[in-house]
């Protein structure tokens, strides 16, 4: 019997790469990788079903399975997480100092829906006493005009949600000063660029994330990966060969990474960062599977559900396909 060929979508990581350069072999499965940014891959994978296998947007998906119509099923594979103190940009002439003073304030995002938005929400409303009531959102494009939500969303009636005028793009805006901050997975070009009245909110934004990391061991999970229910229905083995895999590549990143006879990425301090992380938050900070991750997922699912995103409150063994709630041991 030959291998399945299937398409994989996914962003080009360390901890994917000897995926794709066959290092780690996925059991059963001659994998035909593409290597796209989010922005592509979430939006054909939920607008078309394009990929055998994805990586998929966490909250984008949460949605679905709220639904009860998600054509994916979830493999605990976290291709993306991060801490999203760093995703809060503001004008610094605009008189915000401090989260409270983005009450009442216009701060631009790109979708609603995005999961490092629904984290950044829900830390500034249980961290902070900021609602997502208390902001004027104004949601478009970030360096072109116009932006759909990936998945429709009705948001809650006391969310008060602009459109960006025609032809503006958030960047624009936030750099003309015509909104007082933005919210996001990426940071906007004009404070790559140093704008002088452009920053963050948490100006240090690593001493704050390991701040709230001691506080509630949480490291923000943002990108799970799908494959495709029916594949899932048909070949049972599947998800757990996923999941098998992808644990084995990161396993080879992360050796790399440690090896600091000649650094593998192109960054000074390596080393001291590692150590950095190792003695916050343990040998395996990027962990994969369900159960060391439940509370950081159920908290998620509590912010997704009480913004308004959930019809409902979706359950973790909701998400993910039974075969990858647990595994072997010798």
Known sequence: MSNLKLSLAMGNYDRTRAIVDGRVQIDGVDPVPMLLSPEEMFFRAFRHEAFDISEISLSSYSISVARGNPH????????????????????????????????????????????????????LEEEYG??????????????????????????????????????????????????????????????????????????????????????????????????????AEEYPFLPAALLKAFTQSKLLAEEALSDTSATKVTMPFVEDNLNRVHALMGDDPWSYGVGGNAHVLNKFLDYHASQGLSPRRVEIEELFHPSTLEAYSL
């Not at 829906?113 to 950044?120: E, H, M, R």
Request: charged share 25%; with cysteine.
């Open 72 to 123: 994916y099923v979830a493999i605990p594979v976290f291709l993306s997480r991060a801490f999203r103190h760093t995703s809060v940009y503001i004008r610094t002439d605009k008189g915000i100092e401090t989260p409270q003073d983005l009450k009442g304030k216009r701060i631009g995002i790109a979708e609603y829906q995005l999961s490092a938005n629904v984290w950044v929400r829900g830390i």
């Open 130 to 231: 900021v609602k997502p009531s208390d902001i004027i959102w104004v949601r478009g494009g970030m360096d072109t005009p116009g932006r759909p939500e990936k998945i429709k969303v009705q948001l809650p009636g006391d969310i008060r949600m602009e459109e960006a005028p025609v032809g503006s793009t958030l960047n624009g805006m936030l750099e003309a000063g015509e909104i007082d901050g933005f919210v996001g997975p990426r940071w906007p070009r004009c404070f790559a660029e140093r704008h002088p009245h452009v920053g963050r909110l948490f100006a240090d934004s690593i001493a704050t994330a390991e701040a709230y990391f001691e506080k509630t061991r949480i490291f923000p999970i943002m990108h799970v990966l799908g494959v495709r229910r029916s594949l």
